[in-house]
């Protein structure tokens, strides 16, 4: 009968797999966002708790790129205790062909930042032919 013995394992591995897996710190990226089309429109919502959005978020379109960039400064203090949280984050979004950039709105409500932006209606289709070369 074989005996396996068990060899040294290296710690690489699973500093890789930890670099590679959600935010190390808990929950996922510090930004959670989720992406959807809603009728005629493109959705990208965004939970920012604790932040001022008229001071502390910012929402840029740069060609196909949707950036939002935030900072949360947050204090609290009781009797005997304080805790605080800050920091500056962001996440970009590649945005799907047709959106219509130009006419985007954001709003803020309970946490949650949601921007819109409408689908194009002059995106067609169109076959494009083919040329034959050699023979």
């Known amino acids: 009968m074989a005996t396996l013995i068990p060899r ?14 959600d935010w190390p710190f ?11 089309v809603e ?6 919502r965004s939970e920012l708790p604790g932040v001022d ?4 978020v910012h929402v840029f379109v740069e060609g196909n790129h949707l950036e939002i960039q935030a ?12 805790e605080f949280q800050y920091g500056s984050f962001s996440r970009s979004v590649a945005l799907p062909e047709g959106c219509d950039t130009d006419n985007i709105t954001a709003d803020y409500e309970a946490g949650i930042l949601t921007v819109r932006m409408p689908k194009r ?3 067609t289709t169109r076959e494009i032919p083919i040329a034959r070369k050699g023979k």
């Open 8 to 21: 040294a394992r290296s710690p690489l591995p699973d500093i890789l797999q930890w670099f590679e897996s």
């Open 26 to 36: 808990g929950g996922g990226h510090p930004m959670r966002i989720e992406s959807y």
């Open 39 to 44: 009728d005629d429109h493109y959705v990208v």
């Open 53 to 56: 959005p008229e001071k502390d």
């Open 71 to 82: 900072e949360r400064t947050q204090e609290e203090h009781t009797e005997g205790r304080s």
């Open 121 to 123: 209606k002059d995106t």
